[in-house]
């Protein structure tokens, strides 16, 4: 997912937070969390897929080298 996606679903996560706690909506608090973990994960596992070099690019990250 882009990181733009991934941004916009972690500021939507955050203002859903922000009205949850206004209202005192418990569930709506525990969706917005959701949500920003969810976001979080994302982030977390397209780090992880960068650090590992792909077998179909045997040189890595070369190419961002140059």
Request: charged share 45%; hydrophobic share 25%.
């Amino acid at each position: 997912m882009g990181t733009i996606k991934r941004a916009t679903r972690q500021a939507k996560g955050k203002v859903k937070e922000t009205i949850a706690e206004v209202l005192g909506d418990g569930k709506l608090r525990e969706e917005a969390k959701a949500e920003q973990r969810k976001s979080e994960e994302e982030r977390e596992s397209e780090e992880e897929e960068e650090k590992e070099p792909s077998s179909l690019n045997p040189l890595g990250n070369l190419h961002r080298l140059t």
